[in-house]
Each structure stands twice: as structure tokens, then as C-alpha cells.
């Protein structure tokens, strides 16, 4: 089980013929630096749009941008700490004169393990800050853009999670913010009267920084192998035994974006290998 974080390779990418997917349309893509928001971003740019990616951390971002232009797409990658508004409204302002915001995707996410009873509120009032409030601040500031555009279209796509369908333990904040997140999708496209779509992507583990830090302590404090920890603790309730790759991920929001996708007003695409609907007994 090779439990590493895959490359991303141009022949893995959804590519759509969509008229919107051109490079007069911005996507901003957020959480570009690493994981899904880095395939997002590297896709969306695949796929025609001029893509603007956002991230705090300036050294990852900047690879990010180096591979979407490798691969023959457009990105420009602004450092933006989530947690400020000032920057939050700068990279909006600098997305606008590449051309006509019509896209955001809303992925750069962060992870806290504890209890409530122990959970830092310090953490807690991040997490709260990056992963719903800037999100909402993001959709708030790129709705008008979209109005304005030709058709008066646009799509904002929110990466969620099966623990937008389910709480597990010590994951208390994450849990809020995700199921927030399918709300914040669902308010907008309620709002947008069918031309300002919203949906959110709800996956199980992904090969991702994030997830894929956990193993190695999981695997020490319950003293089994790496693969263990993958297989019986992480997919336990999925039938699909593996994890993700951001790529993968990555191609939900394409489609998602897509006029392929005009019916997904406020839905939300569960691909979570069957852990919340199909689950059963080990």
C-alpha cells in the first residue's frame, strides 16, 4: 500500500471542453500550496482558466504555480494569510485584473486533534477563521464579480468532507466547520437563482499533508504498521480500502465548475468510498 502523496501528472487531469474554461475567466483557488487546493489549482489551469492561488505559505505556492505553467496552464500565485481580511481583500482585488472572477474554490484547511473539553480555544478561533469565515469573506467579495460578468454566471465550490456528514472524535471543530460548509453552499446557491451555482465536495482521507502526518503517530500509540493504521483505522467504515489522491479531488471541482454540472445548485458530491451511506460492521 504505498501510502505517500502521489505526483500529479497532466494525463490524470479532467480535461473539459467547457466555453467558460478559457483565460479571460479567474478561478481562485485557495490552499493552492499543498495538497487538493495545489491539484485544483494545477487542474484548473489544465483546463484553460487563468488561475489565481492562494496560500501563506509562499515556497509551496510558488511550486505550485511552477507546475501549472509546466504543464502548459496560467497561474499566479498570491501569499495570503486566510486569517486577515486585509489580505483576503488584496488577493481578490489583484484576481480582478486578470480578467472576470468566475470561479473560487474554497479549500485551505487546517487540522486540530482533541477533546472538547480540552480543545484550544486559540485553535478553535482559527480553525473558525480559515476554514468558514474566510471562505464566506471569499464568496461575499467574488459574487458581485460574477454578476457583473457576460452571463452573470458563476461557481464557488467548498471542499468539505464525510465529516460533513458524520463526527468523529476529537475532531470538534473541524466537524463544525465542514458541516458549515455545506451550509455556506447551500445559502448561496439558494441566493443565486440558478446563475450563481454553489456546491461542496465531500471526500473520506486523502493522500494529503494533512491526513497523511497523522499515520505515523497513530500508528506508535497503537503499535501497528503505517498500512494498518490506512486500512483499519482510517478506511475502516469505507468499502473502498485506499486512500485518495488530491488529484482525484481536484477533478470534482472541474466537474463541478463545469457547464456539465448546471443542475448541482446547492448539492454536494459525496465520494467518500461508501464510510457515511454504505457503512456496516467490521
Known amino acids: 500500500m504505498d501510502i505517500r502523496e502521489p505526483e500529479i501528472k497532466k494525463k490524470d487531469i479532467l480535461i473539459l471542453d467547457d466555453d467558460h474554461f478559457d483565460i479571460n475567466n479567474v478561478c481562485i483557488v485557495s490552499g493552492s500550496g499543498t495538497g487538493i487546493g495545489r ?3 494545477i487542474a484548473a489551469a489544465a483546463n484553460g482558466m487563468m488561475t489565481v492561488g492562494l496560500d501563506i505559505d509562499e515556497e509551496e505556492g510558488e511550486k505550485t504555480q511552477k507546475t501549472a505553467r509546466e504543464m502548459g496552464g496560467q497561474m499566479v500565485f498570491i501569499k495570503t ?9 488584496h488577493a481578490m482585488g489583484e484576481a480582478a485584473k486578470l480578467g472576470t472572477i468566475r470561479y473560487l474554490a474554497n479549500i ?3 487540522q486540530h486533534i482533541d477533546p472538547v473539553e480540552d ?6 478561533d482559527l480553525m473558525q ?6 471562505p464566506f469573506y471569499l464568496s461575499k467579495l467574488a459574487i458581485p464579480h460574477m454578476k457583473k460578468s457576460g452571463d452573470g454566471t458563476g461557481v464557488i465550490g467548498n471542499m468539505t468532507s464525510a465529516h460533513a456528514h458524520i463526527c468523529t472524535i476529537n475532531k470538534s471543530a473541524y466537524n463544525i466547520t465542514k458541516f458549515g460548509l455545506r451550509a455556506l453552499s447551500q445559502s448561496i446557491a439558494a441566493e443565486g437563482a440558478g446563475k450563481i451555482r454553489a456546491f461542496s465536495v465531500s471526500t473520506g482521507f486523502v493522500k494529503t499533508p494533512l491526513a497523511l502526518k497523522q499515520i505515523p503517530s497513530q500508528a506508535e500509540q ?3 504498521t503505517p498500512e494498518e493504521v490506512v486500512r483499519d483505522v482510517m478506511m475502516g467504515f ?15 471541482f ?3 465548475f463545469s457547464g456539465f454540472s448546471k443542475y448541482l445548485v446547492g448539492g454536494d458530491l459525496l465520494f467518500d468510498g461508501g464510510m457515511v451511506l454504505t457503512y456496516a460492521e467490521k
Open 238 to 252: 469505507s468499502r473502498v480500502k485506499e486512500m485518495m489522491s488530491p488529484i482525484e479531488v481536484a477533478n470534482l
Open 81 to 89: 494569510d486566510l486569517s486577515q481580511d486585509r489580505d483576503i481583500e
Open 222 to 224: 497503537r503499535g501497528i
Open 108 to 110: 485551505a484547511g487546517i
Open 39 to 41: 491539484a485544483t489549482a
Open 129 to 134: 477563521r480559515i476554514m468558514l469565515r474566510a
Open 119 to 124: 480543545f484550544p480555544m486559540e485553535k478553535y
Open 254 to 256: 472541474i466537474l463541478g
